[in-house]
């Protein structure tokens, strides 16, 4: 029997990925929360096959709770839920130790699948990340997701989006000092010098759309 965690701050979602996973003979949903700090605490608990854990906008602070996860217990293995379409997403949930990348829009059929592989210990990602990852490696390496850390690149998208500076501070709980930082260390690894072309960059590599 395959043992299952589920981690997402709505209650709906939860309740729906437990419905379809309690059709199945072989998964069960043996715990849950809407919190991801409790990662350890259940760990240590619990011992589940997989922890299946929402990514949503606030990407930052959920994959590094996943990679300290990982970290300390490298038998622990995460599957990434989200609603985020591109692939750097992906690529960084990779990276902080996750071992699957599914879309909330993928089929009933692949989110079991991904359940399985994982618990298997194999990766796996959404057939359509999948792709977009491997059209990445091969036409463009030098894309933001590739030069700047996980806390870089979440605020260069908040930048790209125009939130305005302090709004980040406030929100990634750092200084108005470290965010001037990270400023200076965006505008050197990515080759820009204003906040139009750092705008361009992020049109450009998809980190934003104009219908946003």
Do not use: C, W
């Not at 038998?75 to 699957?100: C, D, H, T, W, Y």
């Amino acid at each position: 029997m395959i043992t299952v965690i589920l981690v997402d701050e709505h209650h709906v979602v939860r309740a729906g990925i437990k419905r379809l996973i309690e059709e199945q003979n072989d998964i069960l949903v043996i715990a849950e929360t809407n919190q991801s700090d409790q990662l350890p605490a259940l760990y240590e608990e619990y011992q589940p096959d997989v922890f299946i854990i929402d990514m949503n906008t606030a990407y930052g602070s959920t994959l590094n709770r996943v990679n300290e996860l990982t970290m300390t217990y490298p038998s622990a293995r995460v599957m990434i839920f989200s609603n985020l379409p591109e692939s750097f997403f992906a690529n960084e949930a990779i990276q902080s130790g996750a071992k699957a990348y599914i879309r909330k829009t993928s089929t009933t059929e692949e989110l079991l699948l991904a359940i399985r592989s994982v618990a298997a210990g194999k990766t796996y990602l959404s057939v359509d990340i999948a792709e977009k990852l491997a059209l990445k490696n091969v036409a463009d390496e030098q894309e933001p997701s590739t030069i700047l850390t996980p806390r870089e690149f979440e605020i260069f998208r908040l930048l790209a989006e125009g939130m305005e500076v302090e709004s980040i501070a406030k929100e990634l709980k750092i200084s108005l000092k470290t965010m001037a930082n990270y400023q200076t260390q965006l505008k050197q690894k990515l080759n820009i010098a204003t906040p139009i072309q750092l705008v361009r960059l992020a049109l450009k590599h998809h980190v934003i759309t104009l219908n946003e």
